[in-house]
């Protein structure tokens, strides 16, 4: 984007996990199933005084698989904090979260640009929903506290991106593998995914990092994540080269004007006053329970791509696409390995899968998909000499484009296929017929 500054670029990513219960209550989880406002609430989730919350443990376990997923480090004891301010949406006047000592921390994603470092990884708890509206010709803002103390994981990069491509590349991965390992659906029309990018800039060349950073908040799209860091590093670049300091601010994205717009000044972390949550006791976690969730681990999906390329020869392109979904990749290998069975290479079934040679879905048996390419491909195989017949035969026939080919115009092939395919009652490859044509018309 410029050649005079250094983009510093973080990001801070919220999602929510899909227990049954919320995080500390025993309340439905299913803030976007709800009939109707407040429906799954109760004194802890509203904050009501003497209510005590208990935390889940199904959340805390999910939390530590996705902190192992992405090769972070494991705090064995951990706490819960309180993060004060107050917001409408926080019933209690304060978020149960986590300050100092978080579940997770120095992980890793890797992407085209670099590795990404995981800084941290920390649980709390999710806030309700402002909904501004007007009724009978007055502007009110109500609250539905459903979506209040719903599991919300927070995903803290180091400042490790060095651009809104590999923002955006990264928070696809991110959210690849929370969906791999079935602990959150990521609804990012919903709400179920958020985020939120921290950007600076520096002169190219000076070590110390930038004395200010503007953080764009509550981004649900991964082109506008894209489009408003792109934005800030424009908007950041002008104001250094007019010798201004860009303020320390929150900022929202618009994405009609695809531009960011200024929310409020920056908090720091001593203007949340945090202290140790004195009604939940600190969390303790084994060896042995820290190993067993790892040993639950599914593959994840760069892991997945990796294996494919040595065990199946598999390109990598078709690697990558075919391994977006974890449901879809069991099956597409489960297809492999039958294809393999009949002597049939992983990369061809792949190759026809993804063009939709083959009409299949993941609800087909792997045994109907090998059916479906063996005769396509028993039909298309037809002997060279047949083809070869028919060829000089249409060739023959049109001595008008054989003409205006030997004279330059080569699209006129296009033709003599279309000609050569039409004599045949079977489905043919059109490369064969091509390949044929070609040799032919040279001779």
């Not at 640009?113 to 009110?140: C, N």
């Not at 600190?282 to 040993?295: D, F, V």
């Not at 489960?334 to 609800?363: C, E, H, T, W």
Request: proline residues 5%; hydrophobic residues 35%; aromatic residues 8%.
């Amino acid at each position: 984007m410029t050649k005079q500054y250094q983009p510093i670029i973080g990001l801070e990513v919220h999602a929510e996990l899909k227990t049954k219960s919320k995080m500390f209550c025993s309340c439905k989880n299913d803030p976007f199933g709800a009939d109707k406002p407040n429906t799954y609430t109760c004194p802890v989730c509203l904050g009501m005084p003497g209510a005590l919350p208990v935390a889940n443990k199904t959340a805390i376990e999910w939390t530590v698989k996705l902190g192992l997923a992405v090769g972070c480090e494991i705090n064995r004891f951990s706490k819960f904090d309180r993060k004060n301010y107050f917001y409408p949406d926080l019933a209690k006047g304060y978020q149960i979260s986590q300050y100092d000592i978080p579940f997770c921390h120095d992980g890793v994603v890797k992407t085209d640009w670099g590795p990404i470092g995981i800084h941290r990884i920390h649980l709390e708890e999710d806030t309700g929903k402002l909904i501004h509206d007007e009724i009978d010709g007055e502007k009110v803002s109500l609250i539905d506290f459903n979506r209040c103390g719903v599991p919300l994981v927070e995903i803290v990069t180091e400042p490790d991106i060095k651009n809104g491509e590999q923002a955006k590349q990264y928070s696809h991965k991110l959210r690849q593998i929370l969906r791999y390992l079935n602990i959150s659906d990521c609804k990012m029309a919903e709400g179920g995914m958020r985020l939120e990018a921290n950007i600076s800039l520096k002169p190219v060349g000076q070590t110390e990092l930038p004395d200010y950073k503007v953080e764009v908040k509550n981004i649900n799209s991964f082109r506008f994540l894209q489009e408003s860091i792109n934005y800030e590093i424009e908007r950041q670049t002008k104001l250094l080269n007019q010798g201004k300091k860009p303020i320390q601010e929150t900022r929202g994205y618009d994405s009609e004007r695809r531009a960011t717009f200024s929310q409020r000044i920056k908090e720091e972390a001593a203007d949340y006053r945090y202290f140790p949550d004195p009604d939940l006791p600190p969390i303790e976690l084994s060896l042995e329970k820290i190993n067993e969730i790892k040993r639950s681990l599914p593959e994840i999906p760069d892991q997945k791509i990796s294996r494919w390329i040595n065990e199946f020869n598999l390109e990598e392109r078709y690697a990558i696409q075919l391994a977006k979904n974890r449901r879809i990749a069991d099956w597409v290998e489960a297809v492999f390995k039958k294809g393999q069975g009949k002597n049939i290479k992983p990369n061809d079934l792949a190759k026809d899968i993804i063009n939709k040679r083959i009409n299949v879905s993941s609800q087909d048996k792997p045994t109907q998909v090998v059916s479906q390419y063996q005769n396509l491909h028993q039909t298309a195989n037809i002997a060279n000499e047949k083809i070869e017949q028919i060829v000089k035969q249409v060739l023959a026939e049109s001595p008008d484009a054989v003409e205006k080919y030997h004279s330059g115009k080569k699209q006129v092939i296009g033709f003599l296929i279309g000609q050569t395919m039409q004599q045949f009652k079977e489905k043919i490859d059109a490369k064969q017929v091509r390949d044929i044509l070609l040799k032919t018309l040279e001779e």
